[in-house]
């Protein structure tokens, strides 16, 4: 496997720890839950685009940029972590942002301005308008002499996969030395390459564990589509590892959506409450807060054992809760 060959600059503080929870478990009546704390990768306040984002600016580096474009909603964790990887390597951010703004601006647009960003808004939210966007943004750069390199929506692609597939061996180790047998991960799963990275990782070490993606966007169909595709467009392309991982072997459940993406849920909530008073543990209403719902709801349905130990991947989001206020207080949903 090629994986240390690739360009990579070292953002994340690694390995994360991998935390018991034995107050959430207890609530929960059961299940050993540990949660992998990728909320703290350190960047720009953590979360899991960290990851990811070691190897676009790998990459981007490698091909001589001196801009980098990316694109997501205004509350977007993945466009305030590209805006800080940029400065961290002296390279100037675009950010193409979509959906509806506050006057002042809150959770990540806020820390997105204090980081400098270049922010360029669009009206359309649909995937091929972000992608007009970056490629029309990326046209006038070069013209102007630069050289913009473009991350795609999410950091998800075979490119910042490798970040995920990295993660899974740096959790596989942390197994080994603490003496787990980990029954399966849940993950939130939003643009895919999470996911995609923690499967194709266990598929190539065939750890025998299940990676179960809370859907928080797309459909099922969609979620298993994309993942095969970015894991094994990542497996062959940048690991050199001919294997492909297939739409039947991704696990994901698109029951904890509500009414869509970014749009807070009352089991969503309710799981930020349940964290935070277990065990003091910052979750956030448009990820990790559904994910752990869907781990609520699916051990209380039996479909989770109680004897299993189950590893709750926070992947972060913690800065756009502020964005969040009137939901967490109560006021609206
Ligand atoms: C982006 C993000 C996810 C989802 O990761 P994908 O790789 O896009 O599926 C989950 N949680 C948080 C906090 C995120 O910012």
Excluded at 61 to 90: E, F, K, L, W, Y
Excluded at 102 to 116: I, T
Excluded at 144 to 152: F, K, L, M, S, T
Aim: charged content about 20%.
């Amino acid at each position: 496997m090629l994986l240390s060959s690739l360009p990579r600059v070292p953002f994340a503080f690694t390995p994360t720890p991998l935390e018991r929870a034995p107050r959430l478990s207890a609530a929960l009546g059961g299940p050993r839950i540990l949660i992998k704390r990728d909320d703290q990768t350190g960047l720009a306040l953590g979360g899991n685009k960290a990851r990811k984002l070691e190897f676009w600016l790998g990459e981007a580096i490698s091909q001589g940029a001196d801009a980098v474009i990316t694109t997501g909603g205004v509350g977007s964790n993945h466009a305030r972590m590209t805006a800080a990887a940029a400065r961290r390597v002296g390279i100037t951010p675009v950010l193409i942002l979509s959906g509806q703004r506050s006057p002042l601006p809150q959770g990540n647009l806020l820390l997105d301005g204090l980081l400098g960003a270049d922010i360029r808004y669009i009206e359309d939210d649909s995937d091929e308008a972000a992608a007009q966007a970056m490629a029309a943004a990326a046209a006038a750069l070069r013209e102007a002499g630069h050289r913009p390199y473009i991350i795609p929506g999410g950091g998800s692609g075979a490119t910042g996969d490798a970040g995920y597939v990295a993660a899974f061996l740096e959790f596989l180790q942390q197994t080994i030395d603490q003496q787990l047998r980990v029954d399966r991960i849940l993950v939130a799963t939003g643009s895919c390459g999470t996911q995609a990275g923690l499967a194709l990782g266990a598929k190539l070490t065939h750890a025998g564990l299940q990676v179960l993606g809370i859907s928080v966007s797309r459909p099922a169909d969609a979620v298993r589509q994309r993942v095969a595709a970015i894991a094994t467009d990542c497996a062959r392309s940048r690991l050199g590892v001919d294997l492909a991982l297939t739409e039947a072997e991704v696990d994901v459940t698109d029951d904890y959506i509500g009414p869509g993406y970014g749009v807070p849920t009352e089991a969503g909530l309710a799981a930020m409450r349940l964290a935070a008073a277990t065990e003091g543990l910052i979750l956030d209403p448009v990820y990790t807060g559904k994910c752990l719902a869907g781990l609520i709801d699916l051990v209380r349905r039996g479909e989770i054992g109680k004897s299993e130990t189950v590893v709750f991947w926070h992947t972060g989001g913690a800065p756009g809760i502020f964005a969040h206020a009137e939901a967490l207080a109560g006021q609206t949903t």
